[in-house]
């Protein structure tokens, strides 16, 4: 039960906030589903037939519900064909919903006699275009088909990735070599199960926040050159470690400033969007700076490397706060193979980069109206735009149901509109937009049957 309540309420006081807000965070994110599976008690997927309140015999902070499920398959831990899971009732926790279908992760409390999930083990709705690769993978597991792996991510300030950091595992007379991805992430498959040793490598003096698992102890070593932090672990049979590290220190590589602006083809400033500085290997970090009014850019405390500077850099299709020009790589060009790449030293500062974009897209305003096809009253409902098949941000619906917002280029554009009313979901028809401006249109939500 040690990972159930894996979250952290904030209180964050401002003077521009009337009253505190609070706000949940898991202490991990992004463990594998092995990692998952191997962490709980009870592993499966069911629906939801009952849920009713639980009298608490454990402490005075928090209520309980028991949500009882009728159990579709079986992953670990559970044989009947009803089991009930505890779950608390705070802000944090998943809100189960009769009917609904859930993949579940649990946890027996300290007396081995009660199941109990949060929102931090896994547990989730299972729907989606992947479900069944994902119950595959439960599958594997269950009959110990998978094969054995120690990953992690290691972290700073909670949430932002450290790459480049050196990873080794040993076990015996074999070590394993990586470094961490862009996103501070990092993955070792092993050839069998067994007992390793694993030691995180960085090339400073740095401390621990906080680690994401009770039963592997961190032991830290630093130096002003060099701090190690070691870990032990032991797999079994299709067994896989994760483990997440939460660092803090001032890494001395990230010294250089980077300066310029972002001009169109006639010098006047983009005034609106972001750029880019993003590494040209894997395993070194990516930038990102906001553009101010007059067009100018700063980017600090970046790491020695080599890097693309690049405006719109994420999507080909601009969202309502981006940019509204094409990709484009420093100094002026579509074509990454033909961009310059800026080499940044220890320490350095780069100044007066200018680069150039090229035609404004064309601007289109399309409005229109969202209704239940029943009557209902819109609660939750919200546009999907896409660009073709592929989705590109969300547009909001006011309470009255109307909408109104903006597209960016000659592009073949659709919209449909989604909303969910207690145990109801809906979702209208995807319509095309034509080009220009467009109003009038009139969305029709139905009841999506499962």
Partial sequence: MNRLLLFIVTVLGAATFTQPIQACQCREYGAPTCALYWRSDAVFIGEVVNIK?????????????????????????????????????????????????????????????????????????????????????????????????????IVTNRSMGLPGIKIEVTSNDKTFQTLTTKYGEFSISLPAPGSFKVRVLMPYEARLMDHSDDDAPVRSTQTDSLSTFEYEVTLEKSQCHYQQLDVYGDDPRAAATVRGSVLTATEQAVDKGVVWLINVV????????????????????VTVGEYHLVINAKEDVPGESDAPYARTYYPATADKREAKTIQVAQGATIENLVMHVGERMSERTVEGKVVWKSGRHLEDAYLRVYSGDQYVRRAEIEDDGTFKFHLYGDIDYSIEAWDEIDEIEGRSQRIKIPQGNSAGHKLIIQHIRK
């Fill in 53 to 153: 309140p639980l009298k608490n015999r454990w402490d005075d902070t928090y209520t309980y519900l028991l949500v009882t499920f009728a159990v579709q398959e079986s992953f670990r831990g559970v044989s009947g064909p009803r089991v009930g899971v505890a779950t608390a009732t705070t802000m944090c926790d998943t809100v189960f919903k009769k009917g609904k279908r859930y993949v579940v992760y649990a946890s027996l409390d300290r007396q081995g006699s009660q199941l109990f999930t949060g929102m931090c083990t896994g547990t989730n709705l299972a729907y989606g275009n992947n479900l069944d690769e994902y119950l595959q993978e439960l599958r594997q597991l269950k009959l110990r088909q998978a094969g054995e792996s120690i990953s992690g991510r």
């Fill in 282 to 301: 894997d395993t070194g970090p990516d930038y990102l700076a906001a553009l101010k009014k007059d067009g100018s850019f700063t980017f600090k405390e």
